[in-house]
């Protein structure tokens, strides 16, 4: 790591166990190439991303947050991605109200097959995260 | 007295004769001015201290978990939707309430008219309504103001004054003299500045958060026997009144209740640091609605709103 | 009833300052303390550092939201940091340094400091509170217009005068008289610059205006024999769950209260260091007295009830004092206007336990 490294972004990732989990994992053994940037907790379904875990991730110090589940219809548990959706959709807009730049709050649907779509998309969020900067939210003055 | 008070008064009397509820939840007289206070009594000689008048702020149905068994209660408009609500959230049955409703002209937010008249209540002598004016005693003048001077600010932007699920309406539908603009003036006025404004906005006001938690204890949607800010193992966030755990720990709340809250205003009442919590709430009810079409409070067979999905919706932000 | 012995100095001690000139005395002051007047700026009314300008504070008659024992015992303060290395955990006492005059604190919460000095005096003697306490001067004011929530007269507290403060400020038009009350006061006052000399008129404006405020007092409360009434009381469980039914427990009227100080302990650890810090906390809320066996005071008709026993009977048992000064905050504050003068006047005759 050269000791000049320019700021790269650190991005808590929620993975739904039984799809984007295993995508990417797959994505590992296509030895596809993205950036490294996404941390991530596996979790059982995208369902069970409380708000409460989002915000948390960002008074830490995250850059961003990046919640991952089931294609509409094929959750594991019926239900629980329909939720993360309407859960997400009032989080993002609410943190966007209050002044939290909407590109921290980011959520894709990759399946299990999807090994090339969760590299496309980690790059992507890493991208519209690095140009947004760093999350100095809740510094302290 | 008035006319609905006397008939709310036998009304309740008659439901504790009648063994048809264990308590009644109504408001009597305030022990200050321009103040009315939570009456929960099982005894019918109590009814008589029942009051309708244009101070009966608290939302009622905070209270009903605590009374076993069938419960008679006094309802605005929002308290109703509540009620309701906690229905929808399985957390009280249908035929364990008995709503007596209240048809709400709308209740009076002293710290509108203090700052009007520039008096503390205490020199205030006297606050009359007649129908849309409103007359303020002070100093010897009376002082008129319309009522969209002085209402609080949500009922300014309320859609269902009259409950709409009842067992007794007491009066007539009415509908309030609204200014839904100008309730929402201060949201609008937050989103017109740059997020970085915003947020230092936020950051300001919540420096002067104590915790106390009123905004938490006064709400009817937190039901929670154990909120998320008690776990200490983990500990999601810190005790400390930093603000910015005071922050995370409110956005997290307004984002628990999206779906519940009907907007009654009680958490801003309640702070007691004088923090705009409603233009939190407002602005997740106008999301609520703009993404859901979901109106929290108006349908007792409909599901919560965040356990209900169409199958296409909201999608465009996922990627 | 506490009561401290009162040294009042003769009339050609008393000094007097114009309202107008109070900016200058307390930039004097301001060379030597950090001082806190009543203030607004925040959004809410409380003890502020004060900006250098506003003296807006001498019009408002009456008392703070947030009470002063926020400068003495404040709901956030470090008591120790530590650091992990190889050889163990280094700990850096915090200690407050700061010296500081509150000025314009009401007898009411003045009185409230010195009844909670008793239990950080008691057995162990706090001192994070107790250097806060030595570090403080009080500059007290008195109110010219009291609440209606005000009830310090039922409580043995005058409006206008105290003992419990170092110099004490009484409102007499455009000025204000200045009487020193203990040592520290007249070493405060020898610091000061803009002060005239105050006539035996003055001294009897002074007297008129106390007495005024004093009248204006209305609301009252008779505390005879309070304390048996309550321990005989205290089984009645219909009386207290009457009493308690509208109660929401939040925190308000204890975080409001000048003379609750109860305090939580939190360690906050990252790596291996931190530092430990109090925060106020609240008998109201639910899980005060949680512990993994019980809960003693599960329900809330019990912790109501402690509330109200805590200040108007164990701590006079324990220290000859009730721990309430009339300062009115939780009638006025509490969102469902639960009202301590009401229930006490309700306490129902038992026979003696």
Redesign the interface.
């Known amino acids: 790591m050269s000791q000049d490294a320019e700021w790269e972004p650190k991005i808590l990732g929620f993975l739904c166990r039984w799809c984007s989990y295993a995508g990417a994992d797959l994505a590992g053994t296509s030895r596809k190439k993205y950036p490294p940037n996404v941390r991530i907790i596996k979790i059982p379904c995208s369902g069970r991303v409380d708000p409460l875990l989002i915000l948390k991730a960002l008074r830490m110090g995250f850059d961003g947050v990046l919640v991952s589940g089931c294609h509409p219809g094929d959750c594991h548990y019926q239900t629980g991605n329909y939720r993360a959706r309407r859960r997400i959709a009032i989080t993002k807009k609410f943190l966007e109200y209050i002044g939290v730049e909407p590109q921290r709050v980011q959520a894709s649907w990759v399946s299990a097959s999807e090994g090339d779509k969760w590299s496309q998309v980690v790059a992507d969020v890493t991208r519209e995260i690095k140009e947004i900067g760093p999350n100095n939210l809740f510094a302290d003055e | 007295m008035n006319d609905i008070e006397s008939k709310l008064r036998t009304e309740a009397r008659n439901l504790l004769e009648q063994g048809k509820v264990n308590a009644i939840i109504g408001f009597a007289p305030?022990?200050?001015?321009f103040?009315?206070?939570?009456?929960?009594?099982g005894d019918k000689e109590d009814t008589d201290r029942l009051v309708i008048n244009p101070f009966i702020a608290?939302n009622l149905s905070?209270?009903i978990h605590?009374i076993e068994g069938p419960v008679g209660i006094v309802a605005k408009g929002c308290d109703a939707r509540s009620i309701v609500s906690l229905i929808q959230d399985n957390q009280l049955a249908r035929e364990d309430v008995f709503i007596l409703g209240i048809p709400c002209p709308g209740v009076i937010d002293l710290r509108k008219v203090e700052k009007l008249v520039g008096r503390?209540?205490?020199e205030i002598d006297d606050i009359t309504r007649d129908n849309d004016r409103v007359t303020v005693a002070v100093g010897g003048e009376n002082k008129e103001f319309s009522i969209t001077e002085v209402l609080r600010d949500d009922c300014l932007s309320c859609e269902s004054p009259a409950p709409k699920e009842y067992d007794l309406l007491l009066g007539e539908d009415n509908v309030v003299v609204g200014d839904r603009e100008l309730s929402r003036s201060h949201i609008r006025e937050?989103?017109s500045l740059p997020?970085?404004?915003?947020?230092?906005?936020?950051k300001n006001?919540f420096?002067?958060c104590?915790?106390?938690?009123?905004c938490?204890?006064?709400c009817p949607a937190c039901f929670c026997e154990r909120c998320?800010v008690?776990e200490s193992e983990p500990q999601?966030?810190?005790?400390?009144?930093?603000w910015?755990?005071n922050?995370?720990f409110q956005?997290?709340r307004?984002?628990?209740v999206?779906g519940r809250c009907v907007d009654c205003g009680?958490c801003e009442?309640?702070c007691?640091?004088?923090?705009p919590l409603r233009s939190?709430t407002g602005?997740?009810d106008e999301?609520?609605e703009e993404?859901?079409g979901y109106k929290a409070g108006t349908d007792k067979d409909a599901p919560p709103?965040?356990?209900?999905?169409v199958?296409?919706?909201?999608?465009d932000?996922?990627? | 009833m506490y009561r401290r012995k009162r040294k009042i100095l003769s009339g050609d001690n008393m000094k007097k300052i114009k309202k107008k000139d109070i900016g200058k005395l307390l930039s004097k002051w301001q060379a030597d303390f950090t001082v806190f007047t009543p203030s607004r700026a925040t959004g809410v009314a409380r003890m502020e550092e004060w900006d250098g300008k506003d003296t807006d504070f001498l019009t408002w008659y009456r008392n703070t939201v947030i009470p002063p024992k926020n400068n003495i015992l404040p709901n956030m303060e470090a008591m120790f940091r530590f650091q992990k290395d190889e050889a163990g955990y280094q700990l850096e006492p915090v200690t407050p340094e700061q010296k500081q005059i509150i000025f314009g604190i009401r007898p009411c919460d003045a009185r409230a400091l010195t009844i909670i000095d008793m239990v950080f005096k008691d057995t162990y003697e706090d001192r994070y509170y107790l250097t806060r306490r030595q570090n403080t001067v009080l500059v007290g004011l008195g109110c010219t217009n009291p609440y209606e929530s005000c009830f310090c007269t039922s409580l043995g507290i005058h409006p206008a005068q105290s003992a419990d403060v170092d110099l004490m400020l009484t409102d007499i038009g455009n000025e204000l008289l200045i009487e020193e009350i203990t040592d520290k006061g007249k070493e405060l006052l020898g610091k000061s610059s803009g002060l005239t000399d105050a006539s035996s008129n003055d001294e009897d404006s002074a007297k008129q205006s106390r007495e005024t405020a004093y009248q204006k007092v209305t609301r009252k409360l008779d505390t005879t024999g309070i304390a048996d009434k309550l321990q005989a009381s205290f089984e009645d469980k219909d009386f207290w769950g009457k009493v308690a039914a509208k109660c929401v427990t939040c925190g308000i009227c204890t975080f409001l209260c000048p003379t609750c100080y109860c305090f939580d302990i939190n360690d906050e650890i990252s790596k291996g260091s931190g530092a430990r810090f109090r925060n106020w906390d609240s008998c109201s809320f639910s899980l005060y007295t949680k512990m993994p066996a019980e809960n003693p005071r599960e329900e809330k008709w019990q912790r109501v009830r402690q509330k109200v026993c805590h200040k108007y009977e164990f701590y006079p048992r324990l220290f000859d004092t009730i721990a309430c000064t009339g300062c009115g905050r939780c009638i006025r504050f509490c969102p469902v206007n639960w009202d301590i003068t009401q229930t006490l006047e309700s306490v129902p005759e038992h026979s003696a336990v």
């Open positions: 305030g022990s200050l001015k103040t009315t206070t939570p009456l929960i009594t608290n905070v209270f605590d503390d209540r205490d937050l989103e997020p970085a404004e915003r947020w230092e906005f936020w006001e420096s002067r104590i915790r106390c938690y009123a938490r204890q006064v998320f008690e999601w966030i810190s005790p400390l009144p930093r910015q755990d922050l995370v956005a997290t307004v984002i628990h999206a009680e009442r309640a007691p640091v004088n923090i939190l602005k997740m999301i609520v993404l859901f709103l965040m356990t209900a999905y199958p296409e919706e909201a999608e932000f996922i990627r």
